[in-house]
């Protein structure tokens, strides 16, 4: 049975109180006991303004990223749905606590609850749509009747200095400038955490708004592109990437190799030009009239990004009016696979939505370029 799918609720959890980027150092600590020399320049095309941080003022963690997520999810839940209603989680994150077990069992035990299905989709900002898919998926085909996806992650612990203290100090042991490598350095300061959560059901809200989902389409371009965002291992000089387990234990740390890089070249030839081109297959395909659209949701990791993407669409013919373009990255940083999560959560509850009114949601995965869009409907 064909069933249509409706997001009915939307909840998200911020970890303690913002920070501004002149306390950023005060959690994340100063590589090598010097300040950034990187960050204001950074910072300045990011435009982030704030962020989020699971951490307190002497950089301890008050929680890991299936704490986060459970908080999230449990705003979803009343005396109309409980824990016990939850059919299938689905959980999305780049920055699992753990390699093993998966994220979802992780938050599925800090939830509590009776026995379902979960699903942990890998990745980074696409994960948190690839478990609305799946869920979007198995209430549409009458498998579930509802379904709970997330998306989240926890970056700032990864970006303490203490993770580079042993590269810093192996540079210094060479004669090498011990300056953090920019393609680390460059997600230092754009990154942060929290937790994003929506709930799928077969059937709208019998009172207010539900977001109905017409579609979800994701695509991979990993058979063109060579990997431009990674962690466990190391780039290559022929772009292939040597996974952690190839290298010994101290190099390990002498290379930081679980912190998180971005080919930032890399990244600027390909990420927006990529997300039209596969934008303009999905128009041509489905036939979408983008004159339709009320309002685009973009991920977009930064501003800096926010007008390139606009001129490239305008040649590949998917522009979008950034009047309709709605979102949030100045004041909440960039939260991969939680993104879009909170995007959605803070239009839905802004009280400007209408029936009828169609969202078109976008989001790029950089790490070896993915991407997702999916129309939903005002309902």
């Keep these: 049975m064909i069933n249509e799918v409706y997001i009915t609720r939307l909840s998200k959890f911020l970890p303690n109180k913002p ?10 600590g100063m590589i090598d006991g010097k300040p950034s020399k990187a960050k204001r320049i950074i910072l300045r095309n990011n435009q982030i303004t704030q962020r989020y941080y699971a951490l307190n003022e002497n950089g301890k ?55 379902l299905e979960i699903i942990s989709p890998s990745g980074s900002c696409a994960t948190g749509m690839h478990a609305m898919k799946y869920g979007y998926l198995a209430v549409k085909a009458g498998e579930k009747k509802n379904a709970v996806c997330s998306g989240s992650e926890l970056f700032s612990i990864m970006m ?17 400038n011990p300056i953090l490598a920019f393609e ?3 997600l ?29 389409e994701s695509s991979s371009f990993a058979g063109r592109l060579e990997t431009c965002m990674y962690s466990g291992g190391d780039k290559l000089p022929d772009g292939r ?3 952690w387990k190839e290298f010994d234990t101290q190099d390990i740390l002498n290379k930081s190799l679980f912190s998180l890089r971005q080919d930032v070249k890399l990244l600027g030839e390909n990420i927006y030009q990529t997300c039209n081109m596969f934008l303009a297959d999905i ?35 998917v522009h979008i009016p950034q009047e309709k373009w709605f979102t949030n990255l100045v004041t909440l940083g960039n939260v991969g696979a939680a993104s879009i999560y909170f995007m959605l959560e803070e239009i839905f509850h802004s009280g400007t939505l209408k029936k009828g009114q169609k969202l078109l949601l976008g989001v790029p995965e950089s790490a070896r370029f993915s991407y997702v869009y999916s129309l939903v409907t005002v309902v």
């Design 61 to 115: 963690l008050t929680q890991n990223n299936a704490q986060l997520t459970a908080e999230a999810i449990r705003q979803l839940f009343d005396k109309d749905f409980t824990i016990e209603e939850i059919e299938l989680l689905a959980c999305g994150t780049t920055s699992p606590d753990q390699t093993l077990p998966s994220h979802a069992s992780m938050v599925h035990g800090e939830l509590g609850g009776k026995p």
């Design 188 to 216: 230092r300061w754009m990154l942060s955490d929290g937790a994003g959560a929506a709930l799928l059901q077969n059937r709208p809200n019998p009172d207010g708004l539900s977001l109905r989902i017409d579609w979800i």
């Design 184 to 186: 680390k350095e460059f």
């Design 283 to 317: 128009v041509k395909r489905r036939k979408l009239d983008l004159n339709q659209i009320d309002y685009f949701l973009p991920h977009i990791s930064s501003e800096y990004f926010r007008y390139r993407i606009d001129a490239d669409s305008k040649e590949k013919g």
């Design 19 to 28: 920070v501004d980027n002149d306390r950023m150092e005060d959690f994340l």
């Design 160 to 176: 303490q200095a203490d993770k580079f203290e042993k590269e810093t100090e192996n540079l210094h042991l060479l004669d090498q």
């Design 241 to 243: 990437i040597k996974g």
